[in-house]
């Protein structure tokens, strides 16, 4: 039986933006009451926050030369941190701490058992998967755009300035 087709109405894009948009509790420790709100689905906004968030913490961490990021096992270890903090109520208490705590928090995540948990018990992995998934494209864009713009510096530094000519296969990539 062929399915009926419907049109798209705005009352369809916000109840699915309400969707995306409701909380659920997770219990933490049924025992003592303990439980956190969090998001079961990731909205593509609250994700683009979390990658503006990594970069400004990678900016800060390379500007301040803090001890963090010495590897890509912290770095990843970071990234799964904050797809804690951005989907659940962590966000808004880290909200204005620095960046130090937000790594003390992490680690003390790490150290009472609590982020293994939200990963694997909270959090599906395909939501998860595509929080990585939507970093790598825009890191690999990013590596693009680098790669033009020092082909690009290069071109000028040897090319007379008065007559630049950019190369086609430059531009269209």
């Known amino acids: 039986m062929a399915k009926r087709e419907t049109k798209l109405t705005l009352a369809d894009i916000q109840q699915n933006a309400d969707e995306l948009n409701k909380k659920q509790k997770f219990h933490i420790d049924k025992d ?11 909205s593509k906004r609250k994700v683009t926050i979390l990658i503006n968030d990594l970069a ?3 900016d800060y961490v390379q500007q301040n030369n803090l001890d963090f990021f010495k590897n890509d096992h912290e770095l990843q270890h970071y990234v799964l941190f904050l797809v804690i903090k951005h989907f659940t109520d962590l966000k808004s208490e880290l909200k204005d701490k620095p960046i130090e705590s937000h790594f003390a928090t992490m680690n003390n995540l790490v150290e009472i058992g609590w982020y293994d ?3 694997t018990e909270m959090f599906t992995m395909q939501e998860i998967s595509n929080v990585l998934e939507e970093i790598s494209k825009r890191l690999n864009l990013s590596m693009q755009f680098l790669e033009l713009e020092k082909e690009l510096i290069h071109k000028i530094e040897s ?15």
């Open 32 to 42: 003592q009451g303990k439980f956190i709100y969090y998001y079961p689905k990731f």
């Open 56 to 58: 400004s913490t990678i």
């Open 117 to 119: 948990l939200f990963l």
């Open 159 to 173: 090319t007379d300035k008065d007559k630049l000519v950019i190369e086609p296969s430059l531009i269209n990539r």
